[in-house]
């Protein structure tokens, strides 16, 4: 068949210094680790090389670095993804979810009967889970329960993060279609709407 079955997608922010809205020098050596969606998606098309099940897959892995320079993201800017949709920036250290909404966006032209991206998109879902287990976001509860039990198995839990209509409101803009960053206390389910 020439269906597509799985489409994968996987943040690969080689390193994230925050952009102009810089983040606080602690533990900015250990931001190579952003392009983990990236890396999970590469070991996952490995694994499936290896084991070679009846099904077609496309990896997708949008790489950038995210550092201050001429050329880089401002507060204020306004982005026009690749959807056609228009983005207010409101903190550049919200950039993975920029990178990630055009792979998604192309991943959708695939036509795959299902879409999985993995990202390290938000530090509010670690403060909402700690490091117990990686928090999910999804439209297709079916695949999430299959997601949910197959992390359960390989011994990594994760939790499905709530995903609630009123979280729209809290990223519109009055310049875009919508900000890169919701107001103060939005939850990390509001970067998905």
Known sequence: STQLDVALAGKGV????????????????EMKGDMAGGA???AAI??????????NVAA????????PSGNALKPGDILTAMNGKTI????????????????????KKLDAKHMIDVATLTGACRVAL??????????????IDRVIAAGAEAGEPIWQM?????????NRSDVADIKNVGVDWVPSGSAFK
């Open 88 to 107: 207010e920036i409101i903190s550049t250290d919200a950039e993975g979810r920029l990178i990630l909404a055009d792979a998604l966006s192309y991943t």
């Open 162 to 170: 709530p995903m609630y209509e009123e979280y729209k409101e809290q």
């Open 130 to 143: 700690g490091d117990v287990c990686s928090g999910a976001f999804g439209n297709n509860q079916e695949l």
């Open 46 to 55: 490995s694994a499936i090389a290896q084991l070679k099940p009846k099904i």
């Open 60 to 67: 997708i892995i949008p790489a950038t670095e995210n550092l």
């Open 14 to 29: 080689t390193f994230d210094s925050g952009g102009i809205s810089i983040k606080p020098s602690e533990g900015m050596g």
């Open 40 to 42: 999970a998606v590469m």
